[in-house]
């Protein structure tokens, strides 16, 4: 018997986190369409490796490559915004820069969750997710 989390996306940057304390580099974790998506921006932005998806039953299982086997990993610090008892909502206006500029925030929008730099391009708010530096 597994227990469900909550928050499909606090559990995974949870994992991320705890996966690059210990430096391991990398993890599986149970697959969703936002756990997902959520890991592909972290890809493009170039703060993982690579997103596998490992078919398996019941559930698919996502395998996240956090860095190369001889590297250190890119991301010092990530954290949930938003969370389940207090949602954090922006206006396009109030995407914030994350260690002037050097981090990056992922926000849930209406295009699908994207960095807070394309979310600017397309002049679109939304919930803010993930802050990563």
């Known amino acids: 018997m597994s227990i469900q989390s909550t928050d499909a996306v606090a559990d995974l940057i949870t994992r991320i986190r705890n ?15 936002l756990k997902k998506a ?6 493009k932005a170039g703060y993982l490796v690579d997103v596998l998806v490992e ?5 698919d299982i ?8 001889d ?15 207090r949602r954090v909502y922006v206006g396009v206006d109030e995407i ?12 849930s929008t209406s295009k699908g969750i994207i960095s807070g730099q394309e979310a600017k391009k ?3 708010g939304g919930e803010l997710l993930v802050k990563v530096y």
């Open 62 to 69: 996502l395998v996240i490559v956090i860095n190369r086997e």
């Open 96 to 107: 914030p820069r994350v260690k002037s500029g050097r981090g990056m925030v992922l926000i």
């Open 55 to 59: 078919e398996a039953k019941p559930r």
């Open 19 to 33: 996966a690059i304390a210990v430096g391991k580099n990398e993890i599986r974790v149970p697959s969703s369409k």
């Open 38 to 43: 959520v890991a592909m921006e972290l890809v």
């Open 122 to 124: 397309l002049r679109l």
């Open 71 to 85: 590297d250190n990993a890119t991301i010092n610090e990530i954290s949930k915004v938003s969370t389940p008892g």
